[in-house]
């Protein structure tokens, strides 16, 4: 029977959190539907061993770690199964949520969705909260309508997986794919939800958005670098600045809808952006390496 679509999802060192998301992908409802392929680059723990514990999916291991060699060979165990849905090992969502993104993205025409998106914060501590309110403010909210980015997932049709060869050797993917389309070419589901891991402490959180800050310089530099990304991959700046455009007006006019409640998280939010930023300089100065771990 053929299969309706294929799943590329990397993994580094996620043997607690990886399976739920394999459990989605195992439900009696969907099972045996898609191609699923868990590619495990440079991983020192289990993950491995949880991922062949289910059944129909494939587990494979490379040596180096880096995500973008993990989706560079998800792409070629997954061959001409299409739609693809590239997802991070620690998001969780469910089984009408992928049946839902597959058939958005059954199409011949280039087009590449995604979900809206949940923090899971019940664990984590006052400040980390605090943060991730933030970052789900309405008006922060409305500046990433539309961004494939920051989802833990995203799937594209096999038109628009032609758009570009290999993901170059960028720690932002999702927005090096993101920059690869049009406003009209993308999709965000509204009734699509995936839950997406937040860090439990304020240090996990930091060291994440310093991460963050790293691979949004590396875009930022191939954005502007003719020839600055590998392998082929081409960055559109065009793409991504005519979406810039298209999302400052609605962000302005956006600021109508704060409340004196919104103050505290926002001033989390902006103030760990800052600050995170700045850590990056330091360590930059500092001739330190950031690792995407």
Not at 38 to 57: I, L, M
Not at 100 to 122: C, F, G, Q, R, S
Not at 134 to 139: D, T
Not at 155 to 170: D, V, Y
């Amino acid at each position: 029977m053929p299969r309706r679509a294929s799943i590329v999802i990397p993994a580094y060192n996620e043997e607690t959190r990886i399976r739920g998301l394999l459990e989605t992908l195992s439900d009696p409802s969907i099972s045996g539907a898609y191609d699923v392929y868990v590619v495990c680059n440079g991983c020192t723990d289990a993950t491995r061993q949880v991922a062949e514990q289910y059944a129909g999916v494939v587990v494979v291991e490379i040596a180096k770690g880096g995500k973008y060699l993990a989706l560079n060979e998800g792409d070629r165990l997954a061959g001409d199964v299409f739609p693809r849905l590239y997802c991070d090992a620690d998001i969780r969502l469910s089984p009408a949520s992928v049946t839902a993104l597959v058939d958005a993205l059954t199409t011949d025409d280039v087009m590449v969705a995604a979900p809206e998106v949940h923090y899971a914060i019940e664990e984590s501590k006052w400040m980390v909260k605090m943060f991730m309110r933030g970052a789900g403010n309405p008006v922060i909210a409305r500046w990433n309508s539309g961004l494939m980015a920051g989802r833990g997932l995203y799937g594209a049709s096999r038109a628009a997986r032609r758009r570009f060869e290999l993901f170059p050797a960028l720690y932002a993917d999702d927005l090096y794919f993101d920059a690869q389309f049009g406003p009209t070419e993308k999709i965000v589901l509204p009734n699509v939800i995936v839950a997406a891991w937040v860090p439990a402490s304020l240090r996990q959180l930091i060291k994440g958005e310093v991460r963050v800050a790293e691979g949004n310089r590396q875009y930022r530099v191939a954005e502007h670098v003719e020839g600055g990304t590998t392998d082929h991959a081409t960055v559109h700046r065009d793409r991504f600045e005519r979406s810039v455009r298209d999302r400052v007006m609605p962000l302005w006019s956006g600021r109508r809808e704060l409340h004196g409640r919104d103050v505290v998280p926002l001033l989390f939010y902006f103030g760990i952006r800052t600050a995170t930023k700045m850590i990056l300089i330091v360590k930059r100065l500092q001739g330190r390496e950031i690792h995407w771990r």
